[in-house]
């Protein structure tokens, strides 16, 4: 079992609709948890971090975390066209460590 | 401008032959870390550094060496490269900890 699991996609969307991307995990003890964001041939950038169970909001993000089931997710309201990009669910490794792993990144498409 | 940069941007190199990746944050943080990213692998760290002096293995740390004797510069060291270790390459730095990382532009290294 991967630490941390998404599924590649792509996810397509239309327009104006909501997407989710969802990531699992399997160290229970994990603490911290992202959300990046990578353009096609960019750098990832850090859209949410979220550190404690139930949702995040800001602006058309929302966060959400279960830590009982080791699931945390992403929700993107009124997707735009420039919302498409890869998104990669990372969480922190073992407590204490500077170890970040990622999941291997949801793309996602939003059609006109 | 607060950021990360990495030089060179591409390199095409032989096998063997030893180099160095420079990488650079202007805003003082604490924590860096050295990323590769392979197509249906993601993001896989290589090394972190929590402070000065301090560094640590992250997944994929063979065939690679680090130092980090200044806060804001943590250059990746390729000994004798290989066919395998080509990839994309990308440094990263946050305040503390491994969250919450800002990227570099990333480099492209071909080893032949």
């Known amino acids: 079992q991967k630490e941390v699991e998404q599924n590649s996609g792509p996810l397509s969307v239309p327009e104006g609709a909501i997407a989710s991307l969802n990531c699992t995990y399997s160290?229970?003890?994990?603490?911290?948890f992202f959300w990046y964001r990578q353009y096609s041939g960019k750098s990832p950038e850090l859209i949410m971090s979220i550190y404690s169970n139930g949702d995040k909001e800001d602006g058309r993000f929302t966060a959400q975390l279960n830590k009982a089931s080791q699931y945390v997710s992403l929700l993107i309201r009124d997707s735009q066209p420039s919302d498409s990009a890869t998104y990669l669910c990372?969480?922190?490794?073992?407590?204490?460590?500077?170890?970040?792993?990622f999941g291997q990144g949801t793309t996602l498409q939003v059609k006109p | 401008e607060a950021q990360v940069t990495q030089n060179p941007r591409y390199l095409i190199t032989v096998t063997g032959k030893k180099l160095t990746v420079t990488c650079s944050q202007n805003?003082?943080?604490?924590?860096m870390s050295w990323y590769r990213q392979d197509p249906g692998l993601g993001l896989r760290q290589i090394y972190y550094s929590m402070n000065v002096e301090v560094t640590d293995k992250g997944d994929v740390p063979e065939g690679y060496k680090v130092s980090r004797k200044e806060k804001r510069n943590f250059p990746l060291i390729l000994e004798s490269p290989s066919p395998n270790q080509t990839s994309l390459y990308f440094c990263?730095?946050?305040?503390?900890?491994?969250?919450?990382?800002?990227f570099g532009p990333g480099t492209r290294l071909t080893v032949t």
């Open positions: 160290d229970r003890g994990s603490q911290s």
């Open positions: 805003m003082n943080h604490e924590y």
């Open positions: 990372a969480v922190n490794g073992p407590s204490n460590t500077g170890k970040l792993i």
């Open positions: 990263a730095s946050s305040a503390q900890g491994p969250y919450e990382q800002y």
